[in-house]
């Protein structure tokens, strides 16, 4: 019903694009995977190879202990979620969950149980006999979730399956989806390029690019800390600063940029050691930048980067959303995102403070 | 606003005529099956369903009828069955010269009956075989395949391919994705194929006049019927024929189509 997900070394060549690098990654049995990236950076052909639909050039995939290279899509223990759903659309709903369990030459009584168990999950009990060309978008998908779990996999993959719903049902199934994977208990490996989806559901996020992977850990790791400027980027918007690695030590990073010195904690550079000279990016996200006259906190837990002009503001509802042009050059740079209460006006001048904590460093790749 | 008027006249002038150039030889066909006297021409002096009651009591007429409806039904069996799989092949397999192949599998359907049946009337008195409706039968699946083939070939796509995918990876073979999944999933446009090949193999002359012998299909009775001279018989079994392929497109659009355009709708 669950098991460990592990590749090792994959590789895989389209003709002369290298989809993937050489990839290595274990996923733990139970856990809630999501494979992220933008389109093109072999997300879904990791999945695919996963599945058995492709043969990767190189390297293994092993689910459990067994070693899956040359298994055939059938008798893997997975079961896969396309993104178009791809329900049988001459069959109704329940002829489409009992299907696998037919394949597999399960006794009748016992499918009917799942089948039964499955429908009342999804909340279709109503809907069994429906065709799927009577079932709404969020319907169908919880059919195709009841189709691949009735087959008992020990890995679920799902390959972008909610993508052609809307923002709100997308909210609902997305919750849906983390609680079902719960009760279950089986290994869910879900590909998105929506980081907001990724956060939302997953225990580990594996942040994707270019066939490689630039970042793995749980959502508030990857998002605080991330590994890389990519991953940084991808997870989020992210104010940069060029800084130049000044002294190191055991409790602080001091580094020069635009603004002038800053120093910050030596966690500010997590995935690296600085070295004194090295070229880095602090990097900020909008939300830890502080409003002026905000005193809850003291000064010197606030990195000062000066008197900003305010370019343009908007109201987003949870907070105000403002472009600012920094003290040290003319152009807008800087995105912040001060508290909804706070009125800032184009022309304004605030000063601009980013906590201290949060601000991080990673090396210029 | 007359303007207006005059160009709304002319379009449903335009209208009537080009239905009129189309139906008006069939209009006049079923009308004068319905003639009293024993001549289909003007003046009509009917109706009356003697000529109709002469078809079915001619024995020849209601056996080449049988012969017709059994060539049709069958080979239109077969030509969907071996179009369904060309089909099936060409859009899951990669095969060597797929390209070629694909294109040789259609072109006969630009080629003319007369050549087709005149090659085949060749090619079987070469191997010995004579001339019957078994033969005729080979002709029309020689004819419909390529139209079966070519329907049932633009119904499978990405999307089906997907579905088929799904299937297998809940454990199903090759065989029973095909049979289970494949063949249903596409049976508005299998049936589609089915119905139009029966009404092409309904109508066919040519071939089934040159490859049959004793037992013939409709229309070669019907020309053999013509050329002892017109009368309103002729015009009745003529409507039989054309009543039964208006019944069999119809049957198409409401069942088939309809269906198939609500599920793509959906």
Redesign the interface.
């Known amino acids: 019903m669950t098991a460990r997900v592990e590749f090792r070394g994959i590789a895989q060549r389209f003709g002369t694009f290298d989809a993937l690098g050489g990839i290595d990654l274990t996923v733990e049995a139970g856990e809630f995977a999501v494979l992220l990236g933008p389109s093109g950076c072999g997300k879904t052909t990791l999945l695919m190879i996963l ?1 058995g ?1 492709i043969v990767p050039t190189r390297g293994e995939v092993f689910i459990g202990d067994r070693q899956m290279n040359g298994v ?3 008798r893997r223990p ?3 979620m ?1 993104q ?1 759903y ?5 069959m109704s709903v329940r002829a489409n969950i009992l ?2 369990p037919k ?2 030459h399960v006794p009748a009584a016992e499918a009917k149980a799942r089948a039964d168990r499955l429908l009342a999950m999804v909340n279709l009990a109503d809907a069994a006999t429906k065709k799927p ?2 079932l709404s978008g969020g319907q169908r998908q919880r059919v195709a979730l009841a ?2 779990l009735a ?1 008992e996999p020990d890995v679920l993959l799902l390959d972008e399956p909610l993508g052609a719903l809307d923002l709100g049902l997308r909210k609902q199934m997305q919750q849906e989806l983390k609680h079902i994977q719960r009760e279950v208990g089986t290994t869910f490996i879900h590909v998105t390029h929506d980081q907001e989806e990724a956060m939302a559901i997953a225990d580990r996020i594996v942040v994707m690019n270019q066939g490689r992977i630039e970042d793995h850990g749980s959502p508030d790791r990857v998002y605080l800390r991330p590994a890389t400027l990519f991953s940084a980027g991808f997870m989020g918007e992210l104010n940069r600063l060029e800084a130049e690695v000044g002294d190191v030590s055991a409790e602080l990073v001091s580094v020069d940029t635009v603004a002038g010195k800053l120093a910050l904690p030596r966690t500010a550079a997590a995935g690296f050691d600085p070295q004194v000279g090295q070229h880095t990016i602090l990097c900020f996200r909008p939300e830890q930048c502080r409003p002026d006259g905000d005193d809850s906190h003291a000064d010197h837990e606030a990195l000062d980067l000066g008197e900003c002009r305010v370019v343009e503001s908007a109201f987003f509802g949870t907070h105000l959303r403002a472009l600012l042009a920094p003290p040290w050059a003319e152009a807008p740079g800087i995105v912040a995102h001060f508290p909804q209460r706070d009125v800032l006006k184009p022309g304004d001048r605030t000063t601009l403070r980013v906590s201290r904590d949060a601000a991080f460093l990673l090396p210029v790749s | 606003m007359t303007r207006r008027a005059l160009g709304n006249v002319g379009v449903a002038g335009y209208v009537l005529l080009l239905y009129g150039f189309i139906y008006l030889p069939v209009m006049t066909l079923v009308l004068f099956s319905f003639q009293e006297g024993r001549f289909p021409i003007p003046p009509f002096n009917g109706p009356s369903l003697r000529w109709y009651e002469a078809v079915f009591a001619d024995g020849k007429l209601t056996a080449a009828l049988t012969n017709s409806l059994v060539v049709a039904l069958l080979s239109s069996a077969l030509a969907c069955l071996l179009g369904f799989l060309a089909a099936y092949g060409f859009a899951r397999y990669r095969l060597p010269g797929a390209g070629p192949l694909k294109v040789m599998i259609t072109a006969p359907l630009t080629v003319s009956y007369l050549i087709i049946g005149f090659g085949l009337l060749v090619t079987f008195n070469m191997a010995g075989i004579s001339r019957s409706l078994w033969a005729v039968g080979i002709g029309h699946v020689v004819i419909n395949t390529p139209l079966c083939f070519a329907i049932i070939t633009v119904s499978l796509g990405e999307h089906q391919r997907n579905i088929e995918r799904a299937a297998r990876d809940l454990g199903a073979s090759d065989w029973q994705v095909m049979w289970r999944v494949t063949a249903p999933m596409l049976l508005p446009s299998i049936v589609a194929a089915y119905f139009l090949s029966v009404t092409f193999s309904w109508d066919e002359f040519i071939i089934a006049f040159l490859l049959s012998r004793f037992d013939v299909t409709l229309p070669v009775e019907i020309w053999s019927l013509l050329r002892s001279g017109l009368n309103p018989k002729t015009n009745a079994v003529g409507s039989v024929v054309f009543l039964a392929s208006v019944a069999v497109v119809l049957i198409l659009e409401f069942v088939v189509f309809r269906r198939y355009s609500s599920r793509r709708a959906a």
Do not use: K, S
């Not at chain 1, 791809?86 to 001459?90: C, G, I, K, N, S």
């Open positions: 599945a639909f055939p899509p059938a997975t079961t896969t396309f178009d791809a329900l049988f659309p001459h299907f696998g394949m597999q060309h009577e189709r691949a087959v």
